[in-house]
């Protein structure tokens, strides 16, 4: 099926940035939609950032002006640029593809990858 593997997360200082990566491989044709989820400790994982074939992308209010999503040419992989990082972006982000076949929509997930903002 289609496998997502994340890189980037880390430590970082409050103020400061970081890049997230996701690739995706196996049957990556028709991947209709890629972005990021988080789950911080305490809380229900939440939508981050989004990036639709086609030209659509959503964002999550708190990260508005501060994140921005992407995807490469061949939209098998997404890329979120985390900047001006805040204390309450710490959490596990998760990547998410959703794939459309025969027109049945599947949902795939990361084992996400561990963001600490701390001074």
């Known amino acids: 099926q289609v496998q997502l593997v994340e890189s980037g997360g880390g430590l970082v200082q409050p103020g400061g940035s970081l890049r997230l990566s996701c690739a995706a491989s196996?049957?990556?044709?028709?991947?209709?939609?890629m972005g990021w989820y988080r789950q911080a400790p305490g809380k229900q994982r939440e939508l981050v950032a989004t990036?639709?074939?086609?030209?659509?992308?959503n964002y999550a209010d708190s990260v508005k002006g501060r994140f921005t999503v992407s995807r490469d040419n061949a939209n098998n992989t997404v890329t979120l640029q985390m900047s001006n990082l805040k204390l309450e972006d710490t959490a596990i982000y998760y990547c998410?593809?959703?794939?459309?076949?025969?027109?049945?929509?599947?949902?795939?997930w990361g084992q996400g990858t561990q963001v600490t903002v701390s001074s």
């Open positions: 998410n593809a959703v794939q459309i076949r025969l027109g049945v929509s599947y949902n795939y």
């Open positions: 196996g049957n990556i044709f028709r991947l209709y939609r």
């Open positions: 990036d639709t074939t086609g030209g659509s992308t």
